[in-house]
């Protein structure tokens, strides 16, 4: 879900959306928010960041326009569990590397970073947005509508600037599984955050076996209707190792804890 014009329309940028209704309104596409009378625009999903950047950049949306608290709140959970468990990681006597998977400008690694400020931190992105042999690839990616250039304003150095503990990262630059070949070492918590079937199911692959008993791997868009990589890449892995993903309270994401 892109956004919600309140009382007039919803905005996606699934094209096989639009024409349709939702709780009584039509879905639109975001070219249609430009011939749209609205007062606010009500921002619903948790891609807070590339969601303004689509509306204020390509679409020309006056950003005071634009409310996005319920998307930041849905962000402010997935942070307290971070934060929270690291918390008890602690308590608990549990030590490793941590890393995220799908950086984007850092919003989260920087969460991930504060949290375990001990540990080294492994970002593993292009810092350059999809490329198109990623996304035609990548069934449930096509039926967003996204382009192949989503996520591209970003780069390292952004990432960094984000980070309160830049020293402890180290940067991954590449695809992934094949930028984490020599990455090596036990690991407490992971954010998967690919968006892509195959880089999520190959997270998930690599890190598994390298997390230290209770230590947590966290899975975003999970339950996202429109991103459907997540959901199938879990549900496969979890099945072939017994496993059972967890919700966490942010309505998208789950985590998989090592038991054994």
Same mark, same amino acid.
């Given at each position: *879900?892109? #956004?919600?014009?309140?009382?007039? %329309?919803?905005?996606?940028?699934?094209?096989?959306?639009?024409?349709?209704?939702?709780?009584?309104?039509? =879905?639109?596409?975001?070219?249609? =928010?430009?011939?749209?009378?609205?007062?606010?625009?009500?921002?619903?999903?948790?891609?807070? $960041?590339?969601?303004?950047? $689509?509306? !204020?950049?390509?679409?020309?949306?006056?950003?005071?326009?634009?409310?996005?608290?319920?998307?930041?709140?849905?962000?402010?959970? +997935?942070?307290?569990?971070?934060? !929270?468990?690291?918390?008890?990681?602690?308590?608990?006597?549990?030590?490793? &590397?941590?890393?995220?998977? /799908?950086?984007?400008? /850092?919003?989260?690694?920087?969460?991930?970073? %504060?949290?375990?400020?001990?540990?080294?931190?492994?970002?593993?992105?292009?810092?350059?947005?999809?490329?198109? !042999?990623?996304?035609?690839? $990548?069934?449930?990616?096509?039926?967003? /509508? +996204?382009?192949?250039?989503?996520? +591209?304003?970003?780069?390292?150095?952004?990432? *960094?600037?984000?980070?309160?503990?830049?020293?402890? %990262?180290?940067?991954?630059?590449?695809?992934?599984?094949?930028?984490?070949?020599?990455?090596?070492?036990?690991?407490?918590? =992971?954010?998967?955050?690919?968006?892509?079937?195959?880089?999520?199911?190959?997270?998930?692959?690599?890190?598994?076996?390298?997390?230290?008993?209770? /230590?947590?791997?966290?899975?975003?868009?999970?339950?996202?209707?429109?991103?459907?990589?997540? &959901?199938?890449?879990? $549900?496969?892995?979890?099945? #072939?190792?017994?496993?059972?993903?967890?919700?966490?309270?942010?309505?998208?994401?789950?985590?998989?804890?090592?038991?054994?």
């Amino acid at each position: *879900m892109l #956004a919600e014009i309140g009382g007039i %329309a919803y905005c996606d940028q699934n094209s096989e959306l639009w024409g349709t209704t939702y709780f009584g309104l039509p =879905v639109i596409s975001p070219t249609e =928010v430009q011939k749209t009378d609205y007062d606010r625009i009500v921002i619903t999903a948790c891609s807070t $960041d590339a969601i303004l950047f $689509d509306l !204020t950049q390509k679409y020309e949306v006056n950003e005071d326009k634009i409310i996005s608290e319920p998307a930041s709140q849905l962000n402010r959970s +997935r942070n307290h569990f971070v934060h !929270t468990f690291a918390s008890l990681a602690k308590k608990r006597g549990l030590r490793g &590397n941590v890393a995220e998977g /799908g950086v984007y400008q /850092g919003n989260y690694a920087k969460e991930i970073n %504060a949290a375990f400020p001990d540990s080294t931190l492994y970002l593993f992105d292009t810092f350059e947005g999809f490329v198109k !042999t990623e996304t035609h690839n $990548d069934e449930a990616y096509v039926k967003t /509508g +996204r382009t192949h250039s989503h996520f +591209r304003n970003t780069s390292v150095q952004t990432v *960094m600037n984000n980070l309160p503990y830049p020293n402890n %990262a180290i940067i991954r630059k590449g695809f992934f599984p094949e930028s984490a070949t020599d990455v090596d070492g036990d690991f407490v918590f =992971v954010n998967l955050d690919f968006d892509l079937y195959a880089p999520i199911l190959a997270g998930l692959e690599f890190f598994y076996p390298k997390l230290v008993i209770g /230590g947590v791997i966290l899975i975003h868009d999970y339950f996202a209707s429109e991103v459907f990589a997540a &959901n199938k890449a879990v $549900d496969e892995f979890c099945l #072939a190792h017994n496993l059972y993903p967890l919700p966490i309270g942010d309505v998208l994401s789950v985590a998989i804890i090592k038991q054994q």
